[in-house]
């Protein structure tokens, strides 16, 4: 199955779309623009609308989606994305109104954001929610701006951040890019921190320090109290890498933990969809005494009118240049709403409940290296299949055959050939039986003919590509060839 | 041919250091797809990074062996990165340094040492 | 308990005991007691889809909308044309419920889709490459001011005033909290100001960022910016409209080293402000510098044609805290709904587009002209936004809004000096009788 590029369906005369006929008196553009400002060519493809159709509806078969079968992707929390939710969100009232309009011409979007705001806040345990961040990794930055201009404003003289090496890599990506050093901390033998390495790295001169729990391997760090009154004994400031929210929804809250910054990912836990790799949004929380520094507008409520505060003495700024992702954040409220207090809490027990399941079923043929019971996800290794000659990366491809998505591999970096799986609390017992067969039946090929798992995939549209020469020769324009 | 604890050959030729990375090293990265050098003229000092490679799925510094200016960088390895993957110690080369310290080559390991630290 | 979880009760039995718990409750056991949320969440309870929709269908309508009221508001978000076709594709579940296509075998569609967006994204900007997308048009900014010091090693970027102050602002908070020396250049006659911009750039700039058509409206010369900006060593970031780079030179053929802008205008909803999707697309020499995804052709083992994300190792994942950024996610989904309006466009259609608006615009200053007390401050040429001066604009403003027209932007909270200055624009979607009506309630309101 080869679909052919948009440009090789070109046929110059035809059209995907009419526009209403010109009603206005025309001039000469040529009268009006510099010549060396008028455009000589545009190279696009001409297309009809059935056409167009065609050739994205064929596209879009070719890919594994949440709508066609399981996708066990460890830390993304692929659930179920209700459809109602894509109604809403289309809504003409929340669809087409324009992020210019007065504040008075929008009450109901803006009371949207505040509840949102409000729903969040609970959740986490913070004081106030800031909307506007478009990406877990955008919910990072504006995260760290916070806790960089906390220092500033203290006189602090903060240089580091401290993350676990099972830590996500936008973690140090996002402190870099506000210039703090990075200390990477180990994890111990139970796949917590190193309550000692980070003791030995408790310095002055530490800002904060940013971790997810439960962690990447899916496991609870119970010495989080600890931990906190650590770090915030020197004045440093607990980052909460929102990630693997959907396995402590109503459970309990990052702001009970000590955490003083926070960030969400509407896309995960939220059910919003992942749309191919975004739009995502990233809502980020803070403790009281963190409010000040968040980006601006803040929406204000008073008496049920709902405005906007453009400026703030001490905030960061703006990460964007809107509200944030607006019918992303209208999809999470209307899951709120729709599973209220007592489902959101059903949804993180039933993702544990299935993560548990599911790892204490592999791990007759898988090696679990932390035998111990999970949270919403968990880590499996490959390692024990190298004497046969496959790598985790074979087991991944075989799944593929057979109609599942692979977990996320070679993640965390702490554990060799490391297969991580998140189930999430929308798939039923008979999806996960059907997974844990194949997975069983694919560790039985590893051991009796590892070919079919070296040579997989072979029932998808494309077979293994060749990335080498992807990134030697990059052809990433079709107009400008390698 | 002496070697150094980061996986660098050395050739030295009089004054000047031929420079690349191991066949040891070149394996473990994979298909190699980029390499990042550095300008002719710049200076570096023993055991700073001077480039980069790139492969599919990882990239790793390289580090001054020895001491030094840059008097030649292999520009091939722009259109073909993958000769430091077929032939890491020959056309594979990344670059030549006029050394500042000649005394800097008798702390880099023999063949024998460095095939220890690899194991 | 919703419905999105699909346990039976006896299933929920069987998986505790294959477990080796009774309860779920025990599986959080190691949650300390002090820690444990001993309470019910402050959240409403749940409520069937129908009440959900009831209630959040109440609270759309409150808003007043661009359908119902006829919207000339621009700065950075257009009402334009969106085919219905769009829609119903982009529900398809196979694009929005997938993920990042990290295993490229069952990532075909959306794989090839980015490449067909990377493709024309180029070529509408003169560009040799881009990336799969970011988040939107502020943000794309400040990773091409990251591009820039990267190349250079200089810290200094020169941003004309000129530039959407939304975007000014967002540069400011990250670009600034990496010690980046923002300049800020005013106008002159709501263009760049040539001379002052002369005595800025030194050999310590980075880059000059200038918006082409800028926020008022107005023309900027960028091929003079450019050869400004290369003279002294700094290159040149164009943020553009993507509909104006129809009937307008592409920024790449003027001297732009990386272009930038907002994608909305290309097919998106106006969503209140998002999500929308940002684009950069940059010279060939800056490659190595683009943050974000990028995907490549490439072939298969069988040596049939396919898609990989490719060039990973410039990413986080990979350098982690060596990064260039930390941008780990696209707007795939509105990639794919811009590329859906370009296919169903085309060349031709996309012209038309731009010269309807460019069209309406021109007419609808002729008309503004004959109204009395009105003034139109700047004397640029433009393409479908502009700047005009009323007495008490705010009010006016209000009065206009009144009739169910959404009259502009009042740019005194952007600009002190621009009091009573209204930024407004037009879109292909506007009738002649929506703007002379306009002109006729303007006209009636400053009487």
């Not at chain 1, 609390?425 to 590893?446: P, Y």
């Not at chain 3, 950075?76 to 990042?100: C, Q, S, V």
């Not at chain 3, 907002?262 to 969503?271: A, C, F, I, M, R």
Request: glycine residues 8%.
């Amino acid at each position: 199955m080869t679909e052919p590029l948009l440009f090789e369906l070109d046929k110059k005369g035809r059209r995907g779309y009419a526009l209403p006929k010109l009603d206005v008196p025309t001039v000469d553009p040529a009268d009006h623009i510099p010549t060396k400002f008028l455009r000589k060519q545009l190279n696009m493809p001409s297309l009809s609308e059935l056409e167009t159709v065609r050739h994205f509806t064929r596209l879009s078969r070719m890919n594994h989606s949440v709508d066609v079968g399981f996708y066990p992707l460890g830390s993304c929390t692929m659930k179920y994305n209700p459809k109602v939710n894509e109604n809403i969100a289309r809504l003409p009232g929340f669809a087409n109104i324009h992020p210019h309009q007065n504040a008075n011409s929008v009450q109901g979007a803006l009371k949207l954001l505040k509840t949102t705001e409000k729903y969040l806040a609970e959740l986490t345990g913070m004081d106030a929610i800031t909307l506007q961040p478009a990406a877990g990794a955008h919910g990072e930055l504006t995260g760290l701006l916070i806790i960089k201009a906390y220092h500033n404003k203290k006189g602090n003289n903060k240089k580091k951040i401290l993350i676990p090496d099972s830590g996500h890599g936008t973690n140090p990506a996002s402190c870099t890019m506000v210039g703090y050093e990075v200390v990477n901390i180990k994890s111990d033998n139970r796949g917590c921190i190193d309550i000692e390495d980070l003791k030995a790295n408790i310095t002055q001169d530490v800002a904060g320090l940013m971790i997810t729990n439960p962690n990447t391997l899916g496991l609870f760090d119970e010495n989080i109290g600890e931990l906190a009154s650590l770090v915030h004994s020197v004045d440093g400031l607990l980052y909460y890498d929102g990630a693997n929210f959907n396995a402590i929804m109503g459970w309990t809250r990052p702001g009970d933990m000590g955490f003083d910054v926070v960030h969400l990912n509407l896309h995960k836990t939220f059910s919003t969809p992942h749309g191919g790799g975004g739009p995502g949004s990233g809502p980020v929380g803070v403790k009281a005494h963190l409010k000040e520094f968040l980006p601006t507008p803040f929406i204000i409520e008073e008496n049920n009118t709902y405005s906007l505060k453009n400026e703030n003495d001490d905030t960061i700024g703006a990460v964007l240049g809107s509200l944030g992702n607006f019918s992303v954040i209208v999809k999470a409220l209307a899951y709120m709403m729709y599973n209220g207090k007592e489902g959101l809490k059903a949804a993180s027990a039933y993702a544990v409940l299935n993560a548990n399941y599911m790892m204490k079923k592999l791990k007759d043929t898988y090696y679990v290296p932390y035998d111990r019971f999970c949270k919403h996800e968990f880590v499996i290794s490959g390692k024990t299949f190298a004497k046969h000659g496959v790598k985790t990366l074979d087991i991944a491809k075989r799944l593929l055959d057979f109609g599942y998505h692979s977990p996320t591999i070679y993640f965390p970096l702490i554990v060799e050939e490391a297969m991580m799986f998140e189930p999430t609390e929308t798939e039923s017992k008979d999806t996960l039986d059907g997974f844990i067969d194949v997975m069983e039946k694919i560790a039985k090929e590893a051991v009796e003919n590892s070919d079919l798992l070296k040579n997989a995939p072979v029932t998808t549209p494309v077979r293994r590509l060749d990335e080498a020469t992807a990134a030697r020769k990059p052809d990433i324009n079709f107009y400008r060839k390698p | 041919m002496k070697f150094s604890k980061e996986h660098e050959w050395v050739k030295l030729e009089g004054n000047t250091a031929t420079i690349g990375i191991t066949d040891y090293a070149a394996h473990q990265l994979g298909d190699i797809v980029f390499v990042e050098l550095p300008n002719k003229g710049s200076k570096f000092e023993v055991n700073k990074v001077f480039g980069t490679i790139e492969s599919v799925k990882t990239v790793s510094d390289v580090y001054a062996p020895m001491s030094g200016e840059v008097t030649e960088v292999n520009d091939e390895l722009d259109a073909n990165p993958a000769l430091v993957n077929e032939d890491p110690t020959g056309k594979g080369w990344i670059v030549k340094i006029k050394i500042s310290d000649p005394k800097e080559y008798d702390q880099l390991l023999d063949e024998a040492a460095y095939k220890a630290t690899c194991e | 308990m919703s419905t999105y979880i699909p346990h039976t009760s006896t299933e929920l039995q069987e998986m505790l005991n294959v477990i080796g718990v009774k309860t779920i409750d025990e599986l959080f056991a190691e949650i300390p007691n002090n820690l444990r949320l001993n309470k019910d969440l402050d959240i409403p309870c749940g409520m069937s889809e129908l009440e959900m929709t009831r209630e959040l269908t109440s609270l759309s309508e409150i808003n007043k909308t661009v359908d119902k009221n006829v919207c000339f508001l621009g700065g950075g978000a257009y009402d334009h044309i969106i085919p219905a076709a769009i829609d119903h594709l982009l529900l398809r579940g196979d694009f929005f419920t997938a993920y990042t296509p990290y295993q490229p075998e069952v990532s075909q569609g959306t794989l090839q889709c980015i490449y067909e967006y990377q493709s024309l994204i180029c070529s509408l900007t003169g560009m040799d490459q881009t990336n799969a997308s970011l988040y939107e048009g502020a943000t794309a900014n400040v990773e091409a001011i990251k591009m820039a010091e990267a190349q250079t090693g200089r810290k200094k970027v020169i941003l004309l005033d000129t530039i959407n102050p939304a975007y000014r602002k967002v540069i400011k908070t990250i670009n600034g909290a990496q010690d980046t020396e923002i300049i800020t250049l005013s106008f002159e006659d709501g263009v760049c100001d040539v001379t002052k911009l002369a005595r800025a750039i030194d050999d310590k700039t980075a880059a000059v960022i200038v918006q082409y058509p800028n926020f008022f409206g107005c023309l900027e010369d960028i091929e003079n910016i450019a050869k400004m900006a290369h003279e002294a060593g700094a290159l040149c970031i164009v943020c553009a409209n993507p509909i104006a780079l129809a009937i307008l030179e592409a920024p790449g053929n003027l001297g732009a080293d990386i272009v930038t802008g907002e994608g909305q205008p290309l097919g998106v909803p106006l969503s209140f402000g998002g999500p929308y999707i940002g684009f950069l697309a940059a010279k060939k020499a800056l490659l190595r510098k683009m943050p974000g995804r990028i995907v490549g052709k490439t072939l298969d083992i069988d040596g049939k044609q396919g898609f990989v994300l490719t060039l990973q190792a410039r990413e986080q994942h990979i350098r982690r805290e060596k990064a260039g950024s930390n941008i780990c996610s696209n707007q795939a989904l509105v990639a794919l709904n811009t590329t859906i309006y370009m296919s169903l466009m085309g060349a031709e259609g996309l012209k038309e587009v731009a010269l309807h608006c460019f069209q309406k615009a021109h007419y609808m200053k002729s008309e503004l002209a004959k109204i009395e007390k009105l003034t139109v401050p700047f004397t640029s040429s433009f393409f479908h936004e502009m700047v005009i001066k009323v007495p008490n604009a705010d009010s006016v403003l209000k009065r206009m809004e009144e009739k169910g027209i959404f009259a502009g932007i009042a740019l005194e909270k952007y600009y002190p000096n621009l009091k009573d200055c209204i930024l407004l624009a037009v879109t292909e979607k506007r009738t002649k009788s929506e703007i002379d009506d306009y002109c006729k309630y303007l006209g009636e309101a400053l009487k």
